[in-house]
C-alpha cells in the first residue's frame, strides 16, 4: 500500500495497471513542479494577469444584516469563465505542458469545468475533448456552445446514467488508451492519487488570500467557513489554510436534492458507504448490491454520487461537518442573494448560502462567517426561470 | 492445489494451449450463463471467466458496458451469482471459474464475507482490473493462505518495471493485456506487444495468457511460441448475442477456437 495516497482510510490508486506508470509519473512531475519556483511564479501570474485573481472578500451587508451575522462572500463568482474551476485547471495545464503533452481531456458535468479546460486548452495551443453526459449536454447547452467556441469538442456520452458520473468513466478509459501524450484535467478533489493532491493545492488559493483578507478586516480567523460540496474541489479549496486553525469551524454543504429521506439526493457523506469509484476509495452511494446509485440535484455541479477522499477523511476525524439543503432551500437562498445583493449565485454556490441562513441563527453579529461563492449563475438562469415557473427541471 | 493451478498443469502436461473465455453473469438471464457454461464445459473450454456486472466498469470497453448494463437491468447481482456458483459446482460443473469484477463489489459484500462465500461457492480465482498491485493487500490477507481462491495478476504493454514485483505475488497466470485502455477493441495490438510477452514469459514461472482484442485463434498467431493461452471476452458476448445465447453456438465456437489455437 503507498500510505502516501491516502487521507486515513480514504484516497489510493484506484485503477487499471496500465494507469499506474502514468500515476507515478504524473505524482513525480506534480512534485517537482511545485517545489520549482518558476512554474508556481508562472501559475499565479496567470491567475493574476489572466484568470483575474486576487478574488474580493465581500462583506455581503443586507445579507448579513437578514441572516443575523457578518458575512462574507469569497467571489469566485468573479473569476474568468465564471468559477473557480479555472483556478485548477491553469495549474494542471501548466503541468501538462512541462511534461510535454500535446492534448488534454476533461470531464464535465455543469460544463464550467469543461469551459475552463476548453480555455486553458485555447490559451495553452493544446488540442482538447471534453466528455460530458447526454443528460447534461442537454440541462447545460449554454455551456456546450462556450466549450466549442473555444475549439474543444464535445463528446455525449450515453452510457449508464448519461451524467457526471458516466462521464468520468469514459474520460478515464480514453485517458487509460492515451495516457503517452494526453494530460487528464480532473476537475473536482476526486480521483485516484495525486489528483486530490493536486486539485487542492491549486485550489488552496482560495482560502490563502480570504484568509488574509479576513485578517485584514476584522484582524481575526472567521468563526465559520463554508463551501458547498460536490466532487469538493471549491470546498477543499476554501478549507485549505483553516484546516490548522482548530478555532474556525468548517462546513461542507451537500445537496439533499428532493429530500434525503426521498432517496434522490446527491448526499454521499450523508448516506453513503465507503467504496470505490472513479480510482478513489470514499464515501459512495450505493444501492443494495453494490452498485452506483444516481445523485440527484437541481443542481448539476453537485450532481456526483462520491466525495472526494480528504473530505470523507475530514469528516470521519470530526475537522469538518458536512450538511445537506434541498432543492427547494438552495433555490430560495439563490433568489434571496439576488435580490439583496445583486449577486445572481450558481445554483451549487446557493446550497452554501441557504446554510449559511440556518447556521446564522446559531451566531451573533460579531461573529463572521465566510462563505465561497464558487460560481455566477449565468449558466443556470434557465433551471432558474423554469423552476421560479413551477415547471420542475430536467433530472 | 487450486483448481486453476491443476488445470494449468494438466494442459502444460499435454502440451496444450489454454482456451479462456468471458462471459457476463446472467446475461441474458442465470439459466442462459448456466447452459453456457455447461456448454462451454464440455466443449473444451479450459478456464471461464465469469463477470460480475457493475454499474461502473472503467475497464470495459462497449460491448461489456452494454453486457453488464442489461445483466443489471434483468435483476444480476453478486449474492445470484453465488447462487449460481453453488448450483452448478452442485451439479458436478468442475471448469475452473475466475470472477471478473470491479473490487466496489467485494467491498460492498465484506472482505470476510465475500473471500468465505468464494471458497464455499468453488470460484477458484479472482481477476479485478481496478485494484492494481499497491491496493491488493487487505484482500490478498483476507485470501490467506487458503487454495480454493487465488488472484490472479495483470500487467500491460506499459507495465516495465512493475513486473518483477507483479509476478511475485502472482499465482495461476498471469494476464497479459494486450493492448493500453479496456476491453474490446479490435485486435490492434500494441506496438511493442511481441517484446513485452516475451519479457514477462522470460520472468514468469506460471503460464502466461493474452487478452483484450482477441476474435480468432489466428490472432495469436504472432505469438504463438509465446503465450500459453488466449482470452476471449468482448467478442464471445457479440457471438453469443447474435447466436441469440443458444449454447450449442458457445460450444461450437470454443471447440473451434481450441482446435485452432493447438494447430497454429
Redesign the interface.
Same mark, same amino acid.
Given at each position: 500500500?503507498?500510505k502516501k495516497?491516502y487521507y486515513g482510510e480514504f484516497g *489510493?490508486?484506484?485503477?487499471?495497471?496500465?494507469l499506474?506508470? &502514468?500515476l507515478e509519473e504524473l505524482d513525480a512531475a506534480f512534485e517537482d513542479a511545485i517545489r520549482d519556483p518558476k512554474f508556481m511564479e508562472q501559475y499565479h501570474d496567470y491567475l493574476r494577469q489572466y484568470v483575474g485573481r486576487e478574488t474580493p472578500l465581500y462583506y455581503a451587508k443586507r445579507l448579513s444584516e437578514a441572516y443575523g451575522t457578518k458575512i462574507y462572500l469569497k467571489r469566485e463568482d468573479l473569476n474568468h469563465t465564471g468559477a473557480h474551476k479555472i483556478n485548477n485547471v491553469i495549474g494542471q495545464i501548466l503541468l501538462a505542458k512541462r511534461m510535454g503533452k500535446t492534448k488534454v481531456i476533461a470531464e464535465t458535468g455543469a460544463g464550467q469545468h469543461g469551459v475552463a479546460t476548453a480555455t486553458g486548452a485555447a490559451l495553452f495551443d493544446m488540442e482538447c475533448t471534453v466528455y460530458m453526459g447526454k443528460e447534461d449536454i442537454e440541462r447545460q447547452k449554454l455551456n456546450v456552445l462556450r466549450m466549442e467556441m473555444l475549439g474543444a469538442s464535445v463528446v455525449s456520452v450515453e452510457?449508464?446514467s448519461n451524467t457526471l458520473?458516466?462521464a468520468t468513466?469514459e474520460a478515464?478509459? &480514453?485517458w487509460?488508451?492515451?495516457?503517452?501524450d494526453t494530460f487528464y484535467v480532473i476537475g473536482s478533489a476526486v480521483g485516484p492519487y495525486p489528483y486530490p493532491k493536486m486539485v487542492k493545492e491549486f485550489q488552496s488559493v482560495i482560502s490563502r488570500e480570504a484568509k488574509r483578507q479576513h485578517m485584514e478586516i476584522e484582524g481575526r480567523n472567521p468563526d465559520v467557513v463554508m463551501a458547498c460540496v460536490g466532487g469538493g474541489s471549491n470546498s477543499i479549496g476554501m478549507f485549505a489554510e483553516f484546516i490548522g486553525e482548530p478555532e474556525v469551524a468548517l462546513i461542507g454543504v451537500e445537496a439533499a436534492g428532493l429530500g434525503i429521506e426521498t432517496g434522490k439526493h446527491a448526499s454521499a457523506m450523508a448516506l453513503g458507504?465507503? *467504496?470505490? #469509484?472513479?480510482?478513489m476509495?470514499s464515501y #459512495?452511494l450505493?444501492d443494495e448490491? *453494490?452498485?452506483?446509485q444516481l445523485a440527484h440535484s437541481i443542481s448539476a455541479g453537485l450532481d456526483y454520487p462520491g466525495v472526494g477522499p480528504e473530505h470523507a477523511y475530514l469528516r470521519d476525524t470530526g475537522r469538518a461537518s458536512y450538511v445537506s439543503v434541498t432543492d427547494a432551500e438552495a433555490m430560495d437562498a439563490l433568489v434571496e442573494l439576488c435580490r439583496l445583493e445583486g449577486i445572481i449565485p450558481a445554483i451549487e454556490s446557493a446550497h452554501a448560502l441557504a446554510y449559511a441562513k440556518k447556521k446564522a441563527k446559531e451566531m451573533t453579529m460579531e461573529q463572521s462567517m465566510v462563505l465561497c461563492l464558487s460560481g455566477r449563475g449565468d449558466k443556470d438562469v434557465n433551471t432558474i426561470s423554469d423552476y421560479l415557473a413551477g415547471k420542475g427541471y430536467l433530472n | 492445489m487450486n483448481r486453476i493451478e491443476q488445470a494449468l498443469a494438466a494442459l502444460k502436461e499435454k502440451k496444450e494451449k489454454a482456451f479462456i473465455t468471458y462471459i457476463t453473469a446472467g446475461l441474458p438471464d442465470y439459466a442462459k450463463t448456466k447452459a453456457i457454461i455447461q456448454a462451454q464445459e464440455q466443449a473444451g473450454t479450459d478456464i471461464i471467466e465469469l463477470g460480475i456486472p457493475f454499474s461502473d466498469p472503467v475497464a470495459d470497453g462497449p460491448v461489456i458496458q452494454a453486457a453488464s448494463y442489461e445483466a443489471i437491468q434483468n435483476g444480476a447481482t453478486l449474492e445470484k451469482t453465488f447462487s449460481l456458483m453453488e448450483e452448478i459446482r452442485r451439479e458436478g460443473v468442475a471448469v475452473p471459474i475466475v470472477f471478473m469484477m470491479y473490487y466496489n463489489s467485494v467491498l460492498h459484500y465484506g472482505l470476510e464475507a465475500f473471500v468465505e462465500k468464494c471458497s464455499c461457492a468453488g470460484v477458484d480465482g479472482l481477476i479485478i482490473p481496478d485494484l492494481p498491485f499497491e491496493e491488493q493487500d487487505e484482500l490478498l490477507q483476507a485470501l490467506g493462505k487458503t487454495d480454493s481462491t487465488i488472484f490472479i495478476q495483470l500487467v500491460s504493454p506499459v507495465s516495465k518495471d512493475r513486473v518483477p514485483k507483479i509476478l511475485e505475488r502472482a499465482r495461476g497466470f498471469v494476464y497479459c493485456v494486450s493492448s493500453m485502455g479496456v476491453t474490446g477493441q479490435s485486435a490492434d495490438f500494441h506496438r511493442e506487444v511481441i517484446s513485452y510477452l516475451t519479457s514477462v514469459k522470460e520472468q514468469s514461472k506460471i503460464p502466461v495468457m493474452m487478452g483484450f482484442g482477441i476474435r480468432t485463434a489466428e490472432d495469436v498467431r504472432p505469438m504463438k511460441e509465446i503465450i500459453d493461452g488466449a482470452i476471449v471476452g468482448s467478442h464471445f458476448i457479440e457471438l453469443l448475442r447474435e447466436q441469440d445465447f443458444r449454447p450449442e453456438a458457445a460450444a461450437e465456437y470454443c471447440r473451434t477456437f481450441k482446435q485452432e489455437l493447438n494447430r497454429l
Open positions: 500500500m503507498n495516497a *489510493g490508486q484506484y485503477v487499471a495497471e496500465s499506474m506508470n &502514468t452510457s449508464g458520473k458516466d468513466n478515464i478509459r &480514453t487509460a488508451k492515451t495516457a503517452e458507504a465507503p *467504496g470505490v #469509484l472513479h480510482g476509495r #459512495l450505493q448490491n *453494490g452498485n452506483v | -
